[in-house]
């Protein structure tokens, strides 16, 4: 295994293509604000909070999304969610990222008092700020620091999840909770395409998220062809809790630039389908479409562990695969809180444990530059990664670091 420096881990320019706005608090943040609204914690203290409900490990995917249910009380509120986003930006560029994509379901913190286009600004507004406030900072030659918002959509929600769901599913009481949940997200793609439209609030795609098995990606082809058709970069979490399959519907039926996780990619038991018979074959098909449309993999190693009964090392996780076919991947941290953990963090385990040479550390640090949802005009997006170019350049060269 190639040896990196701490330091130039931490220094070198970083993307978090993949990271969830209500996984990602400050534990101390969570703790005040539910003081301060009078929200049940089942502990004040951060070390409680860890103990109990944020743990090293989970049973289950689903077990690891029952802290969202916690964070997300204390995000009903705009000025809540101004500092929740304020300080995720700040705490990203403290241990090098230049590039953030935060995503996060706006409908998770509607309500009657708080508008889809309110949560939004929010969010923008704290995100916008603390762009404001780092880039005074940064000498010219380096790479500033810039953000762009991907909204989410739920692939399955009951009424309990917020008073958004509760009150639409109200409305829709004749409807099956599956309509429900079709009418929820191509109201939320329509809301997304006009605010991407009408203000300068910096949302730069769209995704689907939740439960994966038994919510299939095609429920919600109707709202993806619509965010489509409007020239919206798309993601989806696929291949997480499922295998090829949920993968493949991402991308033919949700016309998706990157995948969420993708971990299920080379794992033929994780085929459902009886119709798919030769069942290496249907994955080497699959893995060479990818390949050849460089659908980057956003790649949360932490996280993965964490939520998979059957990764019992880090040596497991099919990131190797993912290497040895050539695929675009880019680490990422998926939730700060939730996974403790940091983009620095996400790249010092794959370089501890897979054969990565500099070369190909650099490769894969610059793809997430590349393959970002930019905010920016194609033009200054290439001047811009030029720029972090340059600079992971000068790194290596101060730290002897040869590609």
């Known amino acids: 295994m190639t040896h990196y420096p701490e330091e130039f881990v931490k220094k070198i320019p970083k993307t978090d293509l993949h990271v969830h706005l209500d996984g990602s608090l400050r534990e101390r943040t969570l703790i005040d604000i539910a003081k301060e609204e009078k929200i049940d914690l089942p502990s004040y203290t951060v070390e409680g909070l860890n103990e109990i409900v944020f743990k090293p490990s989970y049973a289950s995917l689903d077990e690891y999304l029952r802290g969202f249910g916690l964070t997300n009380k204390v995000m009903q509120r705009v000025e809540h969610l101004d500092q929740i986003a304020y300080e995720l930006a700040t705490d990203n560029f403290a241990e090098g990222v230049r590039h ?3 995503r996060f379901a706006p409908q998770l913190h509607m309500s009657e008092e708080l ?3 309110q949560v ?4 923008d507004a704290g995100l916008r700020r603390a762009r404001t406030d780092i880039n005074a900072a940064i000498p010219a030659d380096e790479p500033e ?3 762009g918002i991907i909204v989410i959509a739920m692939r399955f929600f009951a009424p309990n999840f917020s008073r958004y ?4 599913s109200a409305v829709h009481s004749y409807s099956d909770s599956n309509e429900i949940i079709q009418m929820a997200s191509s109201e939320l793609a329509r809301a997304t395409v006009k605010l991407r439209n009408e203000s300068d609030v910096q949302v730069v795609a769209f995704d689907l998220a939740g439960s994966e098995y038994g919510y299939p990606a095609g429920d919600h082809a109707e709202a993806f062809a619509y965010v489509h058709k409007h020239f919206l970069k ?5 291949g997480e809790a499922y295998g090829p399959e949920s993968i493949f519907q991402a991308i033919t039926k949700l016309h998706a630039d990157r995948i969420g996780h993708g971990m299920r990619l080379f794992d033929p038991s994780h085929i459902r389908d009886e119709a798919i018979t030769d069942h290496d074959r249907y994955i080497q098909q699959l893995v060479n479409y990818i390949a050849d449309h460089r659908t980057t993999i ?3 190693l932490t996280s993965n562990l964490q939520t998979a009964p059957d990764l019992t090392t880090i040596s497991d996780h099919s990131l190797g695969k993912m290497l040895e076919n050539k695929l675009s991947v880019s680490f990422c941290t998926d939730n700060r809180l939730v996974s403790h953990t940091t983009v620095t963090d996400e790249i010092n385990l794959a370089v501890n444990n897979f054969r990565i040479t500099p070369a190909q550390l650099r ?5 997430g530059f590349k393959r970002s949802f930019s905010y920016k005009r194609y033009p200054e997006k290439r001047e811009y990664v030029r720029k972090v170019i340059n600079y992971y350049e000068k790194l290596e060269r101060e730290f002897e670091l040869s590609t």
């Open 115 to 117: 508008s889809f286009s």
């Open 120 to 123: 939004m600004h929010a969010v």
């Open 298 to 300: 956003e790649v949360c």
């Open 234 to 238: 798309k993601t989806v979490h696929a």
């Open 363 to 367: 490769n894969i640090v610059i793809y």
């Open 165 to 168: 769901y509760r009150s639409l």
């Open 145 to 147: 620091f810039d953000y």
């Open 100 to 102: 953030l994509e935060v």
